[in-house]
């Protein structure tokens, strides 16, 4: 007998809400050009459904806000911060943790720990925050996710993996000396939330072991990733999320997390670490520049509420909903025609701007021209990926990616089924009329991450 389909639901009900604000046309038009065009520059209070990222944006559990109830705010030795190492050990198998106030003070760390002048750092797919903290500390990045991650058409069903020949092909080139580590993501963020098999991963520390390279995983998504193993990799399908997260980090050395994310709180991250000597170091390094290691730069509250959220995000039902309610917003997209990139991943969908507007040049920033359209036609604020987001080289030229892409980010626990369907419909009303839309020009470029702070006008 055939087996009916039985939907998913989030597994919470709602206790508290929060109400928002709904803006006019006339409204958005003037907060999109006092913001210079730029959805990072809005303010939150003119903003109706906010996708712009999935970063600290989470709703806390009861649990949560109970556990911030119990913070132990002493300078030295806080109990909250036993509990976190005592949920990094158990929940992700790494040794020894290193509390930072969010993922890329950790990422700081282990650049400068473990990067040389000259160095290189082979990494599925770059990441602003982490591939800049590789530069300060005197490395390049270089790319060695599968081709496919750059193809937004490509079904793929693991467009996180690594390519092992071109890896291969790194190490040849540049020796495995000059190799600190492999910059290994989980749920790839900018390919689009894009999973790595567990299969890549074996392989992968096959390779490096065999070369003495480390692997450092950013574990942001972890748990989204893993919930893609389960769901299309052979063999996964009966075990549980946790047991998977858990494989997934013992073929890595250590690992940079942001909590902010999988961990379902509004700040806070880690450093963790199998190796002591390592841990040692970076022990002593966050003192300078976070606070003492037993807090990092987190109140004892928020070290309770990472401890607990870690528990959570490992939940079936949890991450069952949180993924398909992505999805769901994705496939409704698909449904209308419009271009997104394939297949969806974990925490957001990503609309194909190169696609949607041919009549842009990149020059003209099409992602970041999208992303003030659809602000103004309804209040749905998002974020460009594309050439604003990619910087410039090292010799101060723009990088030109492949992928020129509107990420909506779906928070978690936050919005509901009907807030998807309203994103749907504006996302459709500005396809529809995407031939009227045009480019932007950059006013005011900043040194550093630039997609955050620059200005642009119309052109
Ligand atoms: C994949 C990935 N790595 C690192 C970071 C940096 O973390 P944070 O924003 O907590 O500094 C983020 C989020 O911004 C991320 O998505």
Redesign the pocket.
Known sequence: MEQRKRSWAEPYKMKVVELIHMTTREEREAALKEAGYNTFLLKSKDVYIDLL????TSAMSDRQWAGMMTGDEAYAGSENFYHLEAAVQKYYGYKYLVPT???????HIISQLLIKQGDVVPGNMY????RLHQELAGGTFVDVIIDEAHDPDSTHPFKGNVDLNKLQAVIDKYGASKIPYVAL?T????AGGQPVSMQNLRELRELTAKHGIKVIH?M??VAENAYFIKKREAGYADKPIGEIVLEICSYTDGA??????DALVN???FLALNDWALFEKARNMVVVYEGLHTYGGMAGRDMEAVAIGITESVEENHIRARVEQVIYLGEKLIAMGVPVVHPIGG?GVFLNAKQILPHLTQDQFPAQALAAELYLDSGVRSMERGIVSAGRNKEGKNNYPKLELVRLTIPRRVYTQAHMDVVAESVQEVYENRSKITGLKMVYEPEYLRFFQARFDVL
Do not use: L, P, Y
């Open positions: 990222t999935d970063s600290g106030h969010q993922g890329r003070a950790a990422e990441f602003t925050t982490t993501a749920a790839v963020n900018m950013d942001t998504r940079t997390m942001s909590a902010k994310k700040i806070g991250g925490h």
